[in-house]
């Protein structure tokens, strides 16, 4: 049994005012796919895996056409390459939007039948914040998606979708898929899977998959800050052979969200920037994580809007690290000074001069290192004390996801009383171990103002923009 595996995994807000690039992808390759995307070998001696590549960057603005063509194109050459096979995995993401092309999932995945022909499996897995086209599931004919968000599930869900492809293959099934889209507008903060009502919802595809017949369900929050005619919730049942067998059970699904879709709200304490950095400077605990979720880079937001240093910097907060805030130019004047010197900065408002200006600061350049994710050997993130406010400076959009990523770059999280990060909800070991979190209305290209963003091409009516409208699968 020969499977080829390749993908392409960038989520990308059409409201961001830069593009994505071919130089913000990385790529991994061969047998790195399965240690990094899989988390484990693969267990079936009898299965061939044909890794290519996945082509994976960091959530950001439109993806440029010609930096998705040459990956696309690559891929399909590697395909080639392996020909014959079996079956295909597609790891993708399902926000991912081209300039001039649109959905990139759905070009991705019918070129690959085209490449494939009409006799091969394809199975895709996505982000649970996916914009689902019908055509991307109409190309493919097993979709699955992740189940948690904060996300926990992503190596576990490429392995249950490659399960799914084994199985099918071994067994002689020819699954369908079916979706049903609900016309509903939700933010990913808004749609904690540990909170309700996501947690009952996700709870019930397990038991939807206990039908016989059924192989798979997904449910997708969507993501709001793509401007697309394919943004909203999907529900995606697969079934081995029965497509009204999955049309059912994805139009009961689909009628649970529905009827649901007023209870959805932020699981976490939510206020200004302002009263946020209050709260925090009262709190008896420590630390208090406040999240610029305006800014977060998680949803393609810039990272670079320095509000909080400045709000910090005002109430003369003592004791707070904000991680990070991405200008090159800056991480490259503390280079030249060097460890231990004061350097006098203006920092940020570049990559987002949309939402945010720069702010004229001096400060103490206390280190300089190399940040998680890059091995270039040099110094990449600079660690500056003004006053009373710690900054980790980023010569790019970073995501200090964990403790130990902001521990790379000179500074412990749990030694301070406050620690801003530029998320939405907080990524999962931040999450596990914030003694409180505070997640702040901040100005950027991923704000919660769903009503002020300037949609063109979102379909409407839809809940909650069109707050009465009447809907039914």
Known sequence: MRIAIGGLDQETNTFSPFRTEHKDFVFVRGDAIIEERLGQPWPDRDVELLPTFVAWAHPGGLMHRAAYEGIREGLLHELEQVLPLDGVYLDLHGATEIEEVGDGETDLVHAVRNIVGDDVLICVSLDLHGNISPAMVDGADIVTAFRTAPHRDDQETRRRALGHLVRALREG?????????????????????????????????????????????????????????????SVIVVAECDGELAQQYAAVLAREVWARRRDFGFGVEVASVDDAIRLALDATERPVFISDAGDNVTGGGG????????RLLAVGAEDALVAGLADAEAVRQCIAAGEGKVVRLSIGGKLDPVHGRSLEVTGLVECLSVAHEVHSGLPTTALVRVRGVRIILTTDRLLFYDRASIRSAGADPMQHKIVVVKQGYLCPDLYDHAPRAIMALS????????????????????????PELDWAP
Do not use: C, N, W
């Open 303 to 310: 990272g670079d809007i320095p509000l909080f240093v400045e």
């Open 173 to 233: 099934l020819k699954p369908v898929s079916v979706m049903i889209k609900p016309p509903l507008l939700l933010m990913g903060e808004e749609a904690i899977t540990d909170v309700e009502p996501a947690r009952s919802l996700y709870a019930r595809l397990e038991e939807i998959e206990q039908v016989p017949g059924i192989m798979d369900a997904s449910l997708l929050i969507g993501f709001a800050y793509g401007d697309t005619p394919y943004t909203s919730t």
């Open 443 to 466: 100005s950027g290209a991923a704000h919660f103002r769903l009503a002020e963003l300037p949609y063109r091409h979102l379909r409407r009516p839809i809940f909650p923009l069109d």
